[in-house]
């Protein structure tokens, strides 16, 4: 019997990687966490056989709990990522349990190949952005690239409904509202700015017009090495309603121009705030990926990729990656090993496959 290790097992996008896996044949699924009761209720919501356990991912003994619980297979949903250190992945490494996390850091992702050699001598797997970024956002690059003989620029971004995520990925994300970082322009790094650089993208029904604005993610390192020798890599995000976003923009101002330090204390108010009001919002979210290049016949191209989601399903799809992973590695259909971002391990079907059912829709153009 295999065990898999759900780390935030009860929070926002653990439970839904739980209640995915609990019906695995031959796994045990353990619903981690600090607080006993919400792993409990978690578990029982899960319909499957999943088990509650209190567990402290950063805790001394971590590496031993895992050993006690025979785990094959992490899965480390409990950021904000954004500074966190690599103890997780070493103590799993450690316990010679395969690794898998949700994270957007961009430095925790993109350094997470200075584990390969530990990694290699464990014979374990350790996977950093099993999400929508990089996996997702790679995996779409990775097949829209087969239309060209040379890439220009890609340009990508999230628009979520007016439902927040986690309160791990708000923090995480409004970390560096109005802070500095690097993004790859016509062949150079040019500094911009967290959250701000706001544009309006138009998406197809139902979704249409959206407000977005510059995040920091791991794509903007990965992308320009991965596609090498692409100009340009942009990527961009937004929440539905058009005043949180205003709001957003805004406040990231007071923050670049030094009047706050951070939104980082905001961020419970914040989050308090969108869960009252998401139900008067939208249902919808979508990610779009533009590819732009010379295609196969030397002319000018441009491809378009799109994902839809409505009835709140969004937020679903950035469990899809570490679900479809798990599923494979319990297997046995992966034989790689090392230490390594999320790129070129899965498909976009293996990936968007895992929502059969849900309300999404893939729009090519
Ligand atoms: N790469 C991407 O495209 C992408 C997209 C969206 C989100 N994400 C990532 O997804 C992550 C999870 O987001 P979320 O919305 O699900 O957050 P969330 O609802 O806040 O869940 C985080 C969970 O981690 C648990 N946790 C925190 N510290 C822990 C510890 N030391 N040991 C064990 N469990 C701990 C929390 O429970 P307790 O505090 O009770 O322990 C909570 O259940 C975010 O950090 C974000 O980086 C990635």
Known sequence: MKSVVVLGGYGNFGRRIVAALAHEADARVFVCGRDLRQATEAAEE?????????????????????????????????????????????????????????????????????????????????????????????????????????????????????????????????????????????????PVHGWQDLMRRRYPDPVSGRWIASCDVPDLDLFPERYRPVRTVQFRAGVGPATSMFGLWLASWLVRAGVISSLKSWVPALHRTATTFARFGSKCSAMHVTVRGVDLNGE??????????????????????????????????????????????????????VGDGLDLRVVPG
């Open 46 to 190: 899960s319909g499957g056989s999943a088990e509650p356990r209190r567990l402290d991912a950063h805790a001394a003994d971590f590496t031993a709990e895992l050993r006690k619980l025979g785990t094959t297979i992490v899965i480390h949903t409990a950021g904000p990522f954004q500074g966190q250190s690599y103890t997780v992945p070493r103590a799993c490494i450690a316990a010679g349990a395969h690794y898998i996390d949700l994270a957007d850091g961009r430095d925790y992702v993109c350094g997470i190949k200075t584990l390969d050699e530990e990694a290699k001598r464990s014979e374990t797997l350790v996977v950093s952005g099993a999400s929508s970024l990089p996996a997702l956002s790679s995996a779409v690059v990775d097949a829209l690239r087969t239309q060209f003989s040379s890439i220009e620029s890609i340009d990508h971004g999230i628009t979520s409904g007016a439902r927040p995520p986690g309160r791990a990925t708000m923090d995480g994300v409004l970390a560096y509202a109005g802070k500095p970082f690097k993004q790859w322009r016509d062949n150079e790094w040019h």
């Open 300 to 353: 000018p191209a441009v491809r378009n990729w799109f994902l839809l989601a409505d009835q709140d399903h969004g937020p679903f799809i950035p469990c899809f990656p570490a679900i479809a992973l798990a599923r494979k590695l319990l297997r046995d259909e992966v034989s790689e090993r090392g230490a390594m971002p999320c790129m070129g391990l899965l498909t976009v079907d293996d990936i968007i496959s």
